[in-house]
Structures are given as C-alpha cells and as structure tokens.
DNA sequence: TATTGTTATACTCTATAACTATA
DNA sequence: TATAGTTATAGAGTATAACAATA
C-alpha cells in the first residue's frame, strides 16, 4: 500500500530529476562526447552483437528508417560498423568498434558520477537509500510484467 | 563524502529512471493532455505572472523566436493569453488561463501518482526514503549556488 | 542606440511511403 | 508474397538573422 510519506516520496524525487543538478546529466554527456542525445541514448541502448536493425527499431520504439540514419550517424563517427548476419543476407547488424567501446566507458563514468549532494548524506543514509532504491527496482520488475499481462487482456 | 553504496544508489536511481516504468510518465501525460512533451514542459514550467517573454527564453534556455512559436502553440491551444507589460509597451508576458490551469492540475495529479512498485515498500520503508530524498534535494539546493559561483570565478 | 517580440528562413530529428535485394 | 534495409520526402522542433515598435 502507498501512504502519504511514499507520495511525497516519490514527488520529491520527481523535483530532484525534474529541476535539481541531475536533470542535464544526460544533456551535458552528450556535449561532452560529440553527440546528440538522441544519437547517445541509440549507443547506450544498442543491445548485443548480432540483433537485427530491424529489432533495433522495436527496441528503440521508433521507425526501421530511422534506424538506418543512426546507424549512419553513428558509423560516420567509427563508433560502430554495419555487419552482415550469417544466414539471412537481407539482414544487418551494428557491432561497436573499439572507439565506440572507449566512449561508452567514458560516458558511463560521467553518467555514474553521483550529483555532488549525495556527499551530505552521512555513509549509513547512503547505504540505507541504496537498499531503498534497490527494493524499488526490484519491485519495479514484479510489477512490469503484470501491466502486459493487463493490457494484453484488455 | 560519497561512500561506495552512495555511488551504487545513484546508478540504481537512474537506472529506475531511464529504463523503469518512471522513464515515460512525462511522454504518457504529454500524450493524456495532447501536447508535445516541449509544448507540456513549458507549461509546466511557466514562471508566475508578469515574466516576460525574454526572461523566459532565458528560463527554459532557448531562443526568443521559439517563445514565440511555444507562445502562439499554447494560445492556440487556450492554455496561456499574451498580456501587455504594465509599464514598458515593447514587452509581453504569458498567462494561463482558465483552461490552462485545469489542465495543469490534472498534469500534476498524472505525473504525481507514484509508480506501483513503490506499494512494496512498507510504510515505515516509505517514510525513510522520503526523508533520504528530501535531505538529499536540500542539498542540492546548497550546492548549486556554490556551482553557479564557481563558473562566475572561472 | 539598445531591447522586445515577430517573421522569414534554415537546420536537425523523426516518420511515412516508395524502392531494391533477398527470403 | 513478405521482409530487410535504404532512399526520398515531409513534418515537427529549434536556431539564426533581419525587422518593426518602443525604450
């Protein structure tokens, strides 16, 4: 059950990625790396080697069209390379080069970095939160499955 | 000081944001109310009543022209009316109306209502996490003025 | 002369439709 | 005939530059 304190809670958090230090993060990494935060978002998201372009779009929720043009964008600036699938010769897939490797890690590391607030927690109310937020995501995943299932009977 | 579990809180909490059920809420209302999430995000985030348009552009970080175009989206839609500046007849600023304000509210009761997951937390679980997140946007709030004079001094 | 809001224009992001090669 | 990726084209979203009114 959700009492008032979970909404407030949860409100709270809502103000802190809507207005506080942590709502440009992503916008900042972008600049940082040369890439727009579409283009970053399609890098950060790009699932294992050998799924096809054509599964990208579904992942990604957008068009097979655009699909080409990241994958355009994205090659230009050698961060990945088109490969060709092993049995089915209409197919593609997007394998990322060492360059686009070193980006991802480098973008990974400024998107981890903990806003500078995190520093006024005491270590025990760092802990706690982290347990919080870890039973949340945990919860998170039990839940999302039940909403398909909801709206698959629907 | 930022400990190890601080940093681990912070990855979980964007990971819940950029890939839980929290990540579309702001596409989802966007879509509830028939507005672009930029036309949405502007109403949301429209200072009270008597800012100019200029200072606006300065708010939201963009160009005086798309004020204008955000300007004249909204009144068509009859969320915000154009008012003449008190005492400099060059200026104008936005205020909502009516139908804009009913629209707000139902905006803040869609974007306010917690995720599900967090009915699994216990209450007490949900009163901590509040005060963690509430001691965590004060200090936010000390430490982006600290910021802003950082880049003044630089 | 500088500033406010607008217009005209152009550039980026993303989608739809038509096309080529392969299944 | 259907599917994979591409191309051509069009629509949003956003910026730059030139403009009219006012300060």
């Known amino acids: ?36 935060p579409g283009l970053l978002k399609a890098l950060v998201d790009l699932p294992g080697r ?12 957008c068009d097979a069209s655009y ?4 994958a ?9 390379e ?10 593609k897939s997007l394998v990322v080069t060492p360059e686009g490797t070193a980006t991802l890690e480098h973008v990974f590391s400024l998107l981890y970095e903990p806003p500078r607030a995190f520093g006024e927690l005491s270590a025990a ?6 347990d919080l937020v870890r039973k949340l995501i945990e919860a ?3 839940v999302l499955p039940a909403e398909v299932a909801e709206v698959r009977s629907s």
């Open 1 to 36: 059950m959700i009492v008032k304190a979970g909404r407030d809670a949860w409100r709270l958090l809502l103000d802190l990625f809507l207005e506080g230090e942590p709502h440009d993060r992503m916008h900042e990494v972008a600049c940082e790396v040369g890439l727009s």
């Open 67 to 70: 699909v080409t043009s990241v």
């Open 50 to 61: 050998g799924t096809r372009m054509s599964d990208l779009a579904g992942h990604w929720g």
């Open 72 to 80: 355009d964008a994205l090659e230009a600036r050698g961060f990945v």
């Open 125 to 130: 109310e760092q802990r706690q939160l982290r």
């Open 82 to 91: 088109r490969a060709p699938h092993p049995t089915d010769r209409r197919a």
């Open 140 to 142: 998170d995943q039990k």
